[in-house]
């Protein structure tokens, strides 16, 4: 066991938290918590350099420092994979997805999945996939990382360190939410990878650089022995404990446990392209930027970043191995049990037990408070985005007439709901793919997203693709991939003590092999019934495909000044901040909600072919007046004449953040035409050659990595 947190380190960490809580309580005087989309906003003016940084931080999390460090311990190399394999998906969005997402005027993605195809059956599936994804691969994985890391250091037990988090995680919510976690990212981004690169480097001269790691991880082997005589075990030659002969490089044999390279080629990449291409969090970035220029340079300074990981986290956990081979690689179920309380391994603790043992005193409390305060984001996050999804996608859907307050109290009686859940699952998780918990992520993500990314490539396109084949297409794979995984939960791998008596196609076929089967049985089943039905109409497929950007005029942008004008008065919120006044030909709505939305109805003298945008996730442009946002203004009268209420229902509000006195406020509208998205995807002729000769460079130094780390 490394050394425990000192008074020094509990002093810098509680130094840390009492910072980011001050910032929280400045953000929350200039935070919109009051409505539904005034938790959610984001305008598109953010810079390269920030929405490169945020993807970073958005994506490596206390998961991947668990998760990917433990699978370095376990099989070396393998797992950077990942992260190279991110490195060119990122520059498919910005060079692919992204230009379709901008140009079809749509903020979520499963508004994009309503507007090209139609409908609302696709949106409501796969905002009930992004729940079930949210709660089985990000919060139950995200509260098991972040208890491993306060157990390590502390010595608490996992589930009260499990509540702490939550406790810490709800205080940050209700002090500033998503604004708070803005104002802190950067802090975070630099003391992250500083504090990481630290770690490395006093690491690599313990165990004498990189060839040293090369040399001394295949002999770190625990001495069974010694282990056996201290305490009342046993060994078994079953359970491996040598490093696994290929463990110095990345792709493998087509029969390889950890990464065989055809599956992870044809089945992982799409898989990945979920996560990176259609996945709400990421996209939402992105869309941010002020144009499509620093969206791709964004994603270029993301896909550098991506090579960090490698040597900052997966090789860490290699001399963690090395350093503790004793601990990290125990030798039978009961040892594991005794070192770090799971009897599938231990290897999810190498990384903090690294920190514990080789950080000095101060830096060591500085890590973790990073640590930890990154996996507070991430629940932020999560609790915000699933919530979102479930009360706008879901349960709007089925009750169109549902008032403000009703939406806010039953999203956070949701996130409720998904904690609870998610605290029962982290058994599953310590037990499924013998302890790896990075792999665990990538297997249950491999079974349920294939079939979504098939969807949106078919999507972006193909322009034949229409709602009845993907919907089909969508479900079929569906129906494979959630029975395959409900096998995997019921059919768990046995102790390594153990005979393994499970069904041959569960034991032999590689979850990667089943992913790339489901995307291509998804994406064939979606053309075959295109195919035999009537074709999209050509309004859904002129600004949804990556075809109808030939078809726009891109001009150089504007002054601002010409299109907007700033008003030193809000009609809305009467504060005295600046905010863009509305073009002429835009009408004014009545304030829905206190934050900028959308026209309810179309203006009658604004072309109805334009494209626009809305910042509800809830409904798609074409959608707006049909999917209850009218029912909504009604239900707020409603809402209203409830007549006076107790001081818990006041509390609850607080809670919620709901301002009744809000509602009755009058708003402007922004409508973003034709010409704003042709501004946008405008690329000066010097940017754009620039921008992809840097787009050959990054490929070329992801194709480098893999290349060098698998010879």
């Known amino acids: 066991m490394g050394r425990g947190m000192e008074a020094?380190?509990?002093?810098?960490?509680?130094?840390?938290?009492?910072?980011v809580l001050f910032i929280g309580f400045i953000a929350m005087r200039k935070a919109n918590r009051s409505t539904v989309s005034g938790y959610f906003l984001a305008g598109r003016s953010m810079t390269w350099i920030v929405i490169g940084a945020?993807?970073?931080?958005?994506?490596?999390?206390?998961?991947?420092?668990i998760g990917l460090a433990g699978s370095g311990a376990a099989s070396g190399f393998a797992v950077g994979a990942w992260e190279f394999n991110a490195l060119l998906l990122?520059?498919?969005?910005?060079?692919?997805?992204?230009?379709?997402?901008?140009?079809?005027?749509?903020?979520?993605?499963?508004?994009?999945?309503?507007?090209?195809?139609?409908?609302?059956?696709?949106?409501?599936?796969?905002?009930?996939?992004?729940?079930?994804?949210?709660?089985?691969?990000?919060?139950?994985?995200?509260?098991?990382?972040?208890?491993?890391?306060?157990?390590?250091?502390?010595?608490?037990?996992?589930y009260l360190s499990i509540v702490l988090l939550i406790s810490m995680t709800a205080l940050l919510t209700v002090t500033g939410g998503l604004v708070a976690v803005m104002y802190t990212d950067a802090l975070q981004a630099v003391l992250m990878i500083s504090g990481a690169l630290t770690l490395t480097i006093i690491s690599l001269i313990k165990v004498g650089g990189l060839e040293g790691v090369r040399t001394k991880y295949m002999q770190a082997i625990p001495n069974v022995t010694a282990i056996v005589a201290t305490g009342n075990y046993t060994y078994s030659p079953s359970c491996r404990i040598e490093p696994k002969p290929n463990s110095l490089r990345i792709l493998r044999g087509p029969l390889d446990e950890d990464i065989p390279w055809p599956g992870f080629i044809l089945g992982q990449t799409p898989a990945s392209i979920w996560y990176w291409c259609a996945d709400?969090?990421?996209?939402?970035?992105?869309?941010?930027?002020?144009?499509?220029?620093?969206?791709k340079c964004s994603t270029l300074m993301a896909g550098i970043l991506k090579i960090l990981p490698m040597f900052v986290i997966v090789i860490p956990g290699m001399i963690s191995r090395i350093l503790f081979a004793d601990e990290i690689a125990c030798i039978s179920p009961e040892h594991c049990m005794a070192v770090c309380g799971s009897t599938a391994g231990c290897s999810n603790i190498a990384?903090?037990?690294?920190?514990?043992?080789?950080?000095?005193?101060?830096?060591?409390?500085?890590?973790?408070?990073?640590?930890?305060?990154?996996?507070?984001?991430?629940?932020?996050?999560?609790?915000?985005?699933?919530?979102?999804?479930?009360?706008?996608?879901?349960?709007?859907?089925?009750?169109?007439?549902?008032?403000?307050?009703?939406?806010?109290?039953?999203?956070?009686?949701?996130?409720?709901?998904?904690?609870?859940?998610?605290?029962?699952?982290?058994?599953?998780?310590?037990?499924?793919?013998?302890?790896?918990?990075?792999?665990?992520?990538q297997e249950v993500a491999g079974y349920l997203t294939p079939p979504i990314a098939a969807l949106f490539l078919l999507g972006v396109v193909w322009k034949r693709c229409n709602e009845k084949g993907a919907f089909w297409g969508g479900m079929t794979g569906f129906t494979l991939g959630t029975t395959r995984l409900i096998l995997a939960f019921i059919y768990r791998q046995p102790r390594c003590d153990q005979p393994d008596d499970r069904p041959a196609f569960i034991v032999h076929i590689h979850y990667m092999y089943f992913a790339a089967g489901l995307f291509w049985i998804s994406g064939l089943v979606a053309v075959i019934v295109s195919l035999c039905t009537s074709a999209p109409e050509e309004e859904q497929v002129r600004t949804t495909t990556i075809w109808g950007l030939r078809n726009i005029e891109m001009v150089p942008a504007k002054d601002q000044e010409e299109t907007y004008r700033l008003t030193e008065k809000s009609h809305c919120n009467a504060?005295?901040?600046l905010h863009k006044e509305m073009p002429p030909n835009v009408k004014k709505e009545r304030c829905l909600d206190g934050a900028d939305i959308k026209l309810l109805v179309p203006s009658t003298d604004h072309d109805p072919a334009t494209p626009s945008t809305e910042t509800s996730p809830a409904t798609t442009p074409a959608e707006q007046f049909g999917n209850g946002k009218m029912d909504m203004i009604r239900a707020e009268e409603g809402c209203k004449r409830s007549g006076e209420r107790n001081m818990c229902m006041h509390l609850l509000d607080w809670f919620c953040g709901y301002k009744e006195e809000v509602q009755n406020a009058q708003q402007k509208v922004v409508q973003e035409d034709a010409r704003v998205i042709a501004e946008m995807l405008y690329e000066p002729p010097k940017v754009k050659t620039l921008l992809n000769l840097g787009l050959i460079c990054v490929?070329?130094?992801?194709?480098?990595m893999f290349v060098y780390f698998s010879l």
């Not at 020094?8 to 910072?19: G, T």
């Not at 945020?54 to 420092?65: P, T």
């Open 699 to 704: 490929c070329s130094v992801g194709i480098f």
């Open 575 to 577: 504060n005295g901040s």
């Open 90 to 158: 990122l520059q498919l969005l910005g060079w692919v997805f992204i230009p379709v997402y901008i140009h079809s005027g749509v903020y979520t993605m499963p508004e994009y999945l309503s507007k090209r195809y139609g409908g609302n059956r696709l949106k409501v599936y796969f905002a009930f996939l992004s729940v079930l994804l949210y709660i089985f691969t990000k919060l139950s994985v995200d509260l098991y990382a972040g208890a491993l890391f306060i157990q390590e250091s502390l010595g608490w037990n996992l």
């Open 351 to 441: 990384y903090p037990r690294l920190v514990m043992a080789v950080m000095p005193i101060g830096l060591r409390g500085l890590m973790m408070a990073v640590m930890i305060a990154a996996l507070m984001s991430d629940l932020d996050s999560i609790f915000n985005s699933a919530s979102t999804i479930f009360t706008l996608d879901i349960y709007q859907t089925i009750r169109k007439k549902a008032c403000q307050r009703e939406l806010l109290i039953v999203g956070r009686l949701f996130i409720v709901l998904m904690v609870a859940i998610s605290i029962a699952w982290v058994p599953v998780i310590i037990e499924m793919q013998g302890g790896q918990t990075y792999l665990y992520i």
């Open 280 to 295: 709400q969090v990421i996209v939402q970035r992105v869309l941010a930027a002020k144009n499509i220029a620093h969206a």
């Open 8 to 19: 020094a380190d509990i002093s810098v960490v509680a130094l840390y938290f009492v910072l």
């Open 54 to 65: 945020s993807l970073f931080v958005s994506n490596i999390g206390s998961e991947h420092f």
